[in-house]
């Protein structure tokens, strides 16, 4: 510091060599498309729980893990028997195609308990004055934690996918011949999981974003989907039930909210609908439409509602 | 130019006027902002961010629209809002570091301009830990260092000292003092305390059922009074009525006979009558005007006369 040599406390008191008073800020600002993906990081670190307590992480660690289990399992099978399994033995628990039709409740219970803690947090504490006077606009602010929570999901509905291909290599000898094999196979498991991950974080957001307080988005989510389950699936079986045949009723499977999505990820598998899961003669490219229509109805009301909610 | 002028600025909720027709223009410096609950503070304030638009007129804030210009405008301006609105499970330093960057400081910028602001507010070793923690001092610190993180020019403070005890209160009016003068910052300071607004104000907005009462330096208001204070401790009217004998304007107000320097020999007056009447002088003072007197002074000119105006 000095080329005296002598020390500095002695002459500054203690603290003040670091007070270099207050200092303005002259470098870059940068704009909206910043602060979107700034809250877009921060929803995401939230969702999961990182740079919050442990109680935090729990929730989507567990729900995430749950989701995967059946394709973990799998891989783990695959592996320890991969010796009898290279000798002709099937394991399959789980295909890509029909994993989510029979695992949903995970990724749904996933939502349920991280999608009010994306939105309903900043109502419940005020925060969204902070958001909207600065560089954010309430359009992003919308898309952001849309986004954030769409990421989360298609990370969630991508796990045991993964799981389900490295199993799948694992069981065959030749390593690399298999991935050929695999991964057309794997591959629409891909848009079919980004298709899934946007439908539900639309509902579920949109529901929750009309209240501040995370319980009753919480039963407001459950409640909506599953009134939009058993709704047309009552209208149907009374119209089945009544003088001759559903008569068109079969459209109003086009509202269910899982329903529609199940039936639009076996669009991209090009798989068969089955008839145990699908009631009436609805094909896998009319739930593709609807639940496109779905996210962008629910992502406009999201919006919708941004735009009114007071600051 | 004035940093802050509106003109004609209505803002009405249904049939409740919040402001009606302000006409004011500012310059920089310590502005307070004073008015009862429900004066139309917090909807100036509001108006003045652009996060409400106005019913008519308009306003500018260092020469931008608050309307067209709003974008702009937030990137110099601090909002310290009147409510809480902090999330209580993370600690100030991820919040604050959060509100720089939404607000468009690039990561690294973010982190050290959060450092410095919550030294400069006095968060220290707690800046870690989570905010549901804090006592209100601490949570009000945190709430002006979201609002100063990515240097102002121009800071809103909507009532900063709510809920503090006495010492919270001198320290948060002292920063904000210092906000405003080593800073450099124009701070604008709404209150319904006038004792607060006295002490670190430069210049005082006065408003009261959403009309304008004063705009003005502060020195204005608390200067001397052509008025003579004259307390005794009995007979006060009839002290009044020997001086108005003389020729000499005077008014009763409680143990106070208030009587107008009209000229030097009013001191001679009221030396005799108070010596001739044998009354006990408590003190003979010129008057200070005080600042609650802008409150009062319509209502009195208009019905009461000022000898029944109480304290």
Request: with cysteine; hydrophobic share 45%; aromatic share 10%.
């Amino acid at each position: 510091m000095t080329s005296n040599g002598s020390p500095v406390t002695a002459t500054s008191p203690a603290g003040s060599i670091y007070d270099l008073g207050y200092r303005h800020y002259d470098g870059p600002r940068r704009g909206r498309v910043w602060a979107m993906w700034s809250l877009y990081a921060e929803s995401l670190r939230g969702i999961w729980g990182f740079g919050r307590p442990m109680s935090a992480k729990l929730a989507p660690m567990i729900l995430a893990g749950l989701y995967a289990i059946v394709a973990v399992i799998q891989l783990a099978f695959s592996s320890v028997f991969a010796q009898r399994i290279s000798e002709g033995d099937k394991i399959t628990l789980a295909t890509y195609s029909d994993y989510f039709a029979a695992m949903w409740i995970f990724v749904f219970f996933f939502c349920v308990a991280q999608a009010p803690e994306v939105v309903c947090r900043d109502q419940r504490y005020s925060v969204l004055p902070l958001y909207f006077t600065r560089a954010l606009g309430r359009v992003e602010y919308a898309a952001a934690k849309l986004l954030s929570l769409a990421t989360s999901l298609f990370i969630v509905l991508m796990i045991p996918n993964v799981a389900l291909f490295v199993g799948d290599i694992l069981m065959k000898t030749d390593t690399f011949a298999a991935i050929g094999t695999e991964f057309p196979k794997a591959l629409p498991s891909v848009p079919a999981s980004v298709l899934v991950a946007f439908g539900l974080a639309a509902i579920s957001l949109a529901v929750s974003s009309f209240t501040p307080r995370r319980a009753y988005a919480a039963i407001g989510i459950v409640a909506y989907v599953l009134l939009m389950e058993a709704i047309p699936a009552a209208i149907y079986s009374i119209q089945q039930s009544s003088a001759g045949g559903a008569g068109g009723a079969d459209r109003f499977f086009l509202l269910t909210p899982i329903t529609s999505l199940e039936g639009a990820s076996a669009w991209f598998f090009n798989a068969k609908l089955d008839p145990q899961n699908f009631q009436g003669s609805l094909t896998a490219q009319q739930y593709l439409v609807a639940a496109l229509a779905s996210v962008v109805v629910f992502a406009f009301v999201l919006v919708f509602r941004y735009r009114r909610v007071s600051a | 130019m004035p940093l802050i002028e509106t003109v004609g600025l209505t803002k009405h909720y249904g049939p409740v006027k919040a402001l009606d027709h302000l006409d004011l223009s500012v310059e920089p410096g310590i502005i307070g902002l004073v008015g009862a609950n429900g004066a139309g503070k917090s909807t100036f304030i509001k108006l003045l961010l652009g996060i409400i638009a106005p019913t008519s007129g308009r306003a500018t804030v260092a020469g931008l629209d608050t309307v067209t210009q709003s974008q702009a405008i937030r990137q110099i301006v601090g909002y310290m809002p009147e409510h809480d609105c902090l999330p209580p499970d993370v600690g100030a330093t991820e919040f604050v570091t959060h509100m720089a960057r939404i607000s468009g400081l690039p990561r690294t910028a973010a982190r050290e301009r959060t450092a410095e602001v919550l030294r400069h507010v006095g968060l220290y070793e707690e800046r870690y830990r989570q905010i549901g923690g804090y006592s209100t001092g601490m949570k009000q610190r945190v709430k002006l260092a979201q609002a100063l993180v990515h240097d102002p020019k121009v800071l809103l403070l909507d009532e900063p000292t709510n809920g503090l005890d006495p010492v919270g209160r001198d320290e948060m009016l002292d920063l904000v003092k210092r906000t405003g003068t080593d800073f450099g910052i124009t701070v604008v300071v709404a209150s319904h305390l006038l004792g607060e607004i006295e002490q670190v104000c430069t210049y005082l907005l006065a408003i009261d059922a959403g009309h304008l009462l004063s705009a003005a330096p502060i020195s204005t208001f608390t200067q001397h009074t052509p008025v003579l204070a004259v307390e005794v401790d009995e007979d006060a009217n009839g002290l009044a009525a020997a001086l108005a004998g003389r020729g000499a304007r005077a008014t009763v107000d409680g143990s106070c006979v208030l009587v107008a320097l009209d000229s030097d020999g009013i001191y001679d007056f009221v030396r005799d009558a108070v010596a001739d009447m044998a009354l006990p002088l408590v003190r003979i003072q010129q008057e200070r005007r005080r600042l609650e007197d802008i409150f009062r002074e319509p209502a009195a000119t208009a019905a009461v006369p000022p000898a029944e105006v109480q304290q």
